[in-house]
């Protein structure tokens, strides 16, 4: 795996790399299944795994995650103990990663060892941090991009149009549009403001613009990537961590729907 810095091109459609993004929480239900979990979505050439971090109290996330992330913590799955255990799994065993987590665990650790540490293991192309707003990560997002790692920007539907240009300008690896509002888990109905604010975003940048939140369902992914660039499937696998087969599953049901949906 190599580390992309900064200039994550948006694809061509029916090109590699394929445009899903599974969130995977690290250490459900043991950290052998996650690198087990890893290494599938490595070998089907995906554009990248969302690895959550669990946290103690993570506010963006519904009772499917929190569920997942609870049994986790009983893990050695700290920020600093996943960067050393990613450090031990050979690289062609991973896809890209970006890690997704709370700001407090990057505060504790500190940002720029955080940074170095990542930078050094080679296995980190970005951070996904839902509760760093824009404004408040002027002051980290130098230090990320001074090593290599990218900062995924966050969209919302409430967000005004100017703010989301500046979010979208300073985004690296992927922009983020959160499709509804609230927590993850609960159900995303398209509508055609979805399909325009993602068109309008895709015309702002060169790199890929994803959409996450309440992707239920193959069809539902194949229907957004007649519009998107990638689809970011969290609640709905993670609901079958704890059962290899179960999770092999239902990743290939969104993979063959991400391969539907982008022809």
């Known amino acids: 795996m190599t580390v992309k810095n900064n200039v994550a091109p948006r694809w061509k459609r029916g090109a590699s790399p394929s445009p899903l993004i599974p969130y995977i929480v690290a250490g459900d239900p043991d950290l052998a299944t996650t690198a087990t979990y890893l290494d599938m979505a490595a070998k089907k050439g995906i554009f990248a795994v969302e690895l959550g971090i669990p946290f103690s109290d993570p506010t963006a996330d519904g009772p499917v995650i929190q569920a997942a992330s609870q049994r986790a913590l009983r893990h050695e799955t700290s920020l600093e103990s996943i960067l050393g255990w990613l450090s031990g799994i050979p690289r062609n065993k991973l896809p890209d990663l970006y890690l997704m987590t709370y700001f407090n665990l990057f505060h504790h650790m500190g ?4 940074c170095r540490e990542a930078q050094r293991s080679g296995r980190i192309a970005g951070v996904v941090i839902p509760d760093l707003s824009y404004e408040d990560g002027a002051l980290y997002r130098p230090v990320f991009r001074r090593y290599g790692i990218n900062v995924v920007g966050f969209v919302s539907p409430t967000t005004p149009p100017e703010r989301a240009r500046r979010i979208v ?10 499709g509804l509002m609230g927590t993850t888990g609960s159900a995303l109905t398209l509508s055609d403001e979805t399909r325009q604010v993602v068109s309008t975003l ?9 959409v996450g939140f309440g992707i239920s369902s193959g069809e539902m992914a194949e229907e957004i990537l007649e519009f998107a660039d990638g689809v970011i499937v969290g609640s709905r696998l993670v609901l079958d961590e704890r059962d290899p087969d179960r999770w092999r599953k239902t990743f290939e049901e969104f993979l ?8």
């Open 256 to 263: 063959n729907a991400a391969g539907k949906g982008r022809k």
């Open 202 to 210: 895709r015309q702002w940048t060169r790199i890929p613009v994803c």
């Open 169 to 178: 300008r300073d985004s690296r690896g992927f922009v983020y549009y959160v």
């Open 111 to 114: 940002v720029e060892r955080f």
